[in-house]
């Protein structure tokens, strides 16, 4: 079996990356370690602090952030950082060609009881115009990444990743400590019969989500005339993964929750690597208005409506949508 640096190399990434790469892989893996030890790592449960977000800070939140904070800033090709942790860009080497954005820990809801989780990334060039610790760098279209990628913490331990040509898929070998592929040129399936959203959310949706959502759970005897299962993993690291393995949409839309904030997933470091992997892979993915990779960023940890996966069921969906667009 072929390992990640192999492939790296025989897809001719540049070297620079490629240290990039392994940077990021070598900081998941001791994540990975971590994740595997739980309780007996005491790394379980809540910090006294809240992130940027609003949101609870889990222990392996912090650890996870950490741990990649500290290899990446060491790693001299890396020019500033963004997390999710972060309130802002942490500066690198200002000689440095890349930026590195990430989830430390995608699905943190799911650690205490020992659900999947995982962490997700996405690597752009540094831009010459702008100086390296300013968070003008990532206002970068996510189709100027140069990378994406996701480390599936689960029963085993995998990395997605694209650097352009195809979505491929590594497992780790422990027993090695090398990913090796073992999914090569991933295409998902057009048409499915499977979906993911947050059905407790569903008050909040617009008339046109529920107008489809409506017709998927009503199944053969509904207008798409085939009957539809539902899976929700609460984190968007498993339910990508499920749709990169065997198709579906995975639906997080706008909602009326909160006036100020209609969106809940991040564009830098969740929307756009996983819209790049699922765009390499066959599939699509938007936001209720626009392809998702076209998104002109305007702010560090901006929020943004995500339908993605099977080309078909995603563009049924943005039907119901377009029918009657909506004010938010
Ligand atoms: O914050 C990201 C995230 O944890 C995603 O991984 C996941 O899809 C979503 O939030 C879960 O949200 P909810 O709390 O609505 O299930």
Not at 38 to 51: F, P
Not at 222 to 229: D, L, S
Not at 232 to 251: E, S
Not at 269 to 295: D, T, V
């Given at each position: 079996?072929?390992?990640?640096?192999?492939?790296?190399?025989?897809?001719?990434?540049?070297?620079?990356?490629?240290?990039?790469?392994?940077?990021?892989?070598?900081?998941?893996?001791?994540?990975?370690?971590?994740?595997?030890?739980?309780?007996?790592?005491?790394?379980?449960?809540?910090?006294?602090?809240?992130n940027i977000q609003g949101e609870t800070q889990k222990q392996l939140d912090v650890i996870s952030n950490q741990l990649l904070k500290d290899l990446l800033l060491a790693c001299a090709p890396v020019a500033a950082l963004a997390s999710e942790e972060e309130d802002s860009v942490v500066a690198a080497n200002?000689?440095?060609?890349?930026?590195?954005?990430?989830?430390?820990?995608?699905?943190?809801?799911?650690?205490?009881?020992?659900?999947?989780?995982?962490?997700?990334?996405?690597?752009?060039?540094?831009?010459?115009?702008?100086?390296?610790?300013?968070?003008?760098?990532?206002?970068?279209?996510?189709?100027?990444?140069?990378?994406?990628?996701?480390?599936?913490?689960?029963?085993?331990?995998?990395?997605?990743?694209?650097?352009?040509?195809?979505?491929?898929?590594?497992?780790?070998?422990?027993?090695?400590?090398?990913?090796?592929?073992?999914?090569?040129?991933?295409?998902?399936?057009?048409?499915?019969?499977?979906?993911?959203?947050?059905?407790?959310?569903?008050?909040?949706?617009?008339?046109?989500?529920?107008?489809?959502?409506?017709?998927?759970?009503?199944?053969?005897?509904?207008?798409?005339?085939?009957?539809?299962?539902?899976?929700?993993?609460?984190?968007?690291?498993?339910?990508?993964?499920?749709?990169?393995?065997?198709?579906?949409?995975?639906?997080?839309?706008?909602?009326?929750?909160?006036?100020?904030?209609?969106?809940?997933?991040?564009?830098?470091?969740?929307?756009?690597?996983?819209?790049?992997?699922?765009?390499?892979?066959?599939?699509?993915?938007?936001?209720?208005?626009?392809?998702?990779?076209?998104?002109?960023?305007?702010?560090?940890?901006?929020?943004?409506?995500?339908?993605?996966?099977?080309?078909?069921?995603?563009?049924?969906?943005?039907?119901?949508?377009?029918?009657?667009?909506?004010?938010?």
């Amino acid at each position: 079996m072929k390992n990640l640096l192999s492939v790296l190399r025989s897809d001719e990434v540049a070297a620079d990356l490629i240290q990039v790469i392994e940077t990021v892989i070598n900081a998941s893996k001791e994540i990975a370690f971590r994740v595997r030890q739980g309780a007996l790592a005491g790394v379980l449960g809540s910090t006294q602090d809240e992130n940027i977000q609003g949101e609870t800070q889990k222990q392996l939140d912090v650890i996870s952030n950490q741990l990649l904070k500290d290899l990446l800033l060491a790693c001299a090709p890396v020019a500033a950082l963004a997390s999710e942790e972060e309130d802002s860009v942490v500066a690198a080497n200002p000689e440095g060609q890349y930026l590195v954005a990430f989830d430390p820990l995608d699905g943190s809801s799911n650690i205490d009881i020992n659900g999947q989780i995982g962490t997700i990334f996405s690597i752009y060039r540094a831009l010459d115009s702008v100086p390296h610790n300013s968070e003008l760098q990532f206002n970068q279209q996510g189709t100027q990444q140069v990378c994406a990628g996701y480390v599936l913490y689960g029963p085993s331990t995998l990395l997605a990743i694209t650097t352009g040509k195809g979505t491929r898929c590594f497992t780790l070998d422990s027993t090695q400590g090398t990913f090796l592929l073992t999914a090569d040129n991933i295409q998902i399936t057009k048409d499915t019969q499977e979906f993911a959203i947050n059905m407790s959310n569903s008050r909040f949706w617009n008339d046109d989500m529920h107008c489809y959502i409506g017709d998927l759970i009503l199944g053969e005897t509904g207008p798409r005339q085939k009957r539809y299962n539902m899976r929700w993993n609460a984190a968007m690291v498993g339910d990508v993964h499920r749709v990169l393995t065997r198709g579906g949409i995975f639906l997080y839309p706008s909602d009326k929750r909160n006036a100020k904030q209609p969106a809940k997933l991040r564009l830098l470091y969740e929307a756009n690597p996983m819209a790049l992997l699922i765009e390499n892979a066959g599939g699509k993915a938007f936001s209720e208005q626009q392809r998702i990779l076209a998104i002109q960023p305007k702010q560090l940890h901006e929020r943004v409506a995500v339908i993605l996966g099977s080309a078909n069921e995603v563009d049924e969906c943005l039907g119901y949508l377009q029918a009657h667009p909506t004010a938010y």
